[in-house]
């Protein structure tokens, strides 16, 4: 029997390769905005178009917070829309917990309640004008009693009894009244307040203090006025000083009097500052 050639047999078609699977969004990509921040946006700043900012609408947003929410007409509607749960954001994308029907009832009754307050207190304002002014008393004057008493009551000439002779002593001449004390200024109580608290943690010089107060942008009449309401004794801010140079290095009698000079001390009490701490 001859040979014949089989023919081969066909392979089988290869499976439909699946869509490859869209790619989740990335981790930092933009999150859906939300619904509760986006409805109490609406609703309180709507007119301002801060809503509109928020969902990444920035060329509507300029425009409702030009226009004042459309005369509130537009900003009215938005909240509405909002409520509805059919707001988007700048990426078509609904708002997260938009879906949440418990969530939006809460949000329609808070809504309604907001509105209808802020239609009812200009209302409860304007009301409370309309009480009637109290009526006003009639005075009389001791001058129209006089002249309106019957003339039979008048005090007989010879019933009038004569007045007392004036003394002949001197009065007393009369005190001159104080001057008052001038009224400290803001920027002069600031001064007396922070020369004070210089002097709470370290020792100054009346010199040294006006010139930080100066440095810290007083001028220089409050500077002076803040050091000298502190009726401090130089001669011991000058004792504190030398013992607080001494505590951490040392001087020479003469190299100490001369730091002290230089912080401001007059020369008198530089040397009875250093005297004082036994140098």
Known sequence: ?????????????????????????????PRPKSFVATWLLALLLGGLGVDRFYLGKIGTGILKLITLGGLGVWALIDLIITLAGAQRDKLGRPLA??????????????????????????ALGSGGGNEAAPAPVATHSA??????????????????????????????????????????????????EKAADYLSYTA?????????????????????????AQNADWNAEATAKAKDYLSFT???HSGLVGQLEFDGFTAAQAE?????AGL
């Not at 050639?5 to 930092?28: N, W």
């Not at 100054?204 to 000298?228: C, M, N, P, V, W």
């Not at 009875?272 to 004082?276: D, E, M, N, T």
Request: charged fraction near 10%.
């Open 250 to 252: 040392s001087f020479s």
């Open 1 to 29: 029997m001859p040979n014949t050639p089989t023919q081969p047999y066909a392979p089988y078609p290869a499976p439909p390769t699946p869509p490859a699977p869209t790619p989740p969004a990335a981790a930092g990509g």
């Open 97 to 122: 917990g938009s879906e949440n029907k418990t969530t939006r009832k809460v949000a329609w009754i808070v809504s309604a309640a907001v509105i209808v307050l802020g239609m009812a207190s200009p």
């Open 143 to 192: 001058k129209t009693d006089a002249s309106t008493a019957p003339a039979s009551h008048a005090p007989s000439p010879r019933a009038t009894a004569p007045a007392a002779p004036a003394s002949s002593a001197p009065a007393a001449p009369a005190t001159p009244a104080a001057p008052a004390a001038p009224k400290e200024t803001v920027s002069q109580a600031n001064a007396r």
């Open 204 to 228: 100054f010089s009346r010199t040294g203090l006006i010139k930080q107060l100066e440095f810290e942008g007083f001028s220089a009449a409050d500077a002076t006025y803040g050091t000298d």
């Open 272 to 276: 009875y500052g250093v005297a004082q």
